[in-house]
């Protein structure tokens, strides 16, 4: 069975940084993209960053240059490095993995493995 288990959310001051974890097990994900999404209290799901499984990024232009999507496939884990986080971060993290796409989607219907999601909250 497959499962992907967030870590990391918390609340933090705009400014800050923090770091989410998202542990993946049920199957090996290292030949296939995996990606980050949120979604705030009355919005919609959006995308975040995404990495492909040769190590290619990308990034929502919200969060390009604060935040930095990396993997490491021998622990079939991904992360996500937050910094100068500000309040418009504030959100349900999600952590998101493809079946076989080696190249990311940006859109949620790309995945069919998502995790329960961990919160951001930012404070002004």
């Known amino acids: 069975q497959v499962q992907l288990v967030e870590s990391g959310g918390g609340l933090v001051q705009a400014g800050g940084s923090l770091r989410l974890s998202c542990a993946a097990s049920g199957r090996t994900f290292s030949s296939v993209a995996m990606a980050w999404f949120r979604q705030a209290p009355g919005k919609e799901r959006e995308f975040v960053s995404a990495i492909g499984s040769g190590g290619t990024k990308y990034y929502a232009d919200s969060v390009r240059g604060r935040f930095t999507i990396s993997r490491d496939n021998a622990e079939n884990t991904v992360f996500l490095q937050m910094n100068s986080l500000n309040p418009e971060d504030t959100a349900v993290y999600y952590c998101?993995?493809?079946?076989?796409?080696?190249?990311?989607?940006?859109?949620?219907?790309?995945?069919?493995?998502w995790g329960q999601g961990t919160q951001v909250t930012v404070s002004s």
């Open positions: 998101a993995a493809a079946r076989s796409y080696a190249v990311p989607r940006l859109t949620p219907d790309g995945y069919p493995y």
